[in-house]
């Protein structure tokens, strides 16, 4: 059974920084796509950033800039580091990993941003 646990998220204020770990356990096999999604309350979660096992990245263009999505060379341990974090980032968010066509899912990490 594949798990993957999140950690580093938390309170900060509006221009600072955190960075979000995800690391997977569980299978012998490494994840394929791996990524950040991210929840706000009422809506629907939506990608954040998304990281290949051959190193391509996607942003969705709101964060374009700001977060950096990153993979260990392991490629079971993604990245997500946040800068320049906006009130409008706060959210749950939440890593997912595609291993033999299967979906995992974190259980999130609250972001909070003060302004």
């Known amino acids: 059974q594949v798990q993957l646990v999140e950690s580093g998220g938390g309170l900060v204020q509006a221009g600072g920084s955190l960075r979000l770990s995800c690391v997977a356990s569980?299978?012998?096999?490494?994840?394929?796509?791996m990524g950040w999604y991210r929840q706000f309350p009422g809506k629907q979660r939506e990608l954040v950033a998304a990281?290949?096992?051959?190193?391509?990245?996607n942003y969705v263009d709101s964060v374009k800039g700001r977060f950096t999505i990153s993979r260990d060379n392991a490629k079971t341990t993604v990245y997500l580091q946040m800068n320049s974090l906006k009130p409008e980032d706060t959210a749950v968010y939440y890593c997912k990993a595609a291993l033999s066509a299967r979906n995992y899912w974190g259980t999130g990490t609250l972001v909070t941003v003060s302004s």
């Open positions: 569980g299978s012998i096999f490494r994840p394929t796509t």
């Open positions: 990281i290949t096992s051959g190193g391509m990245t």
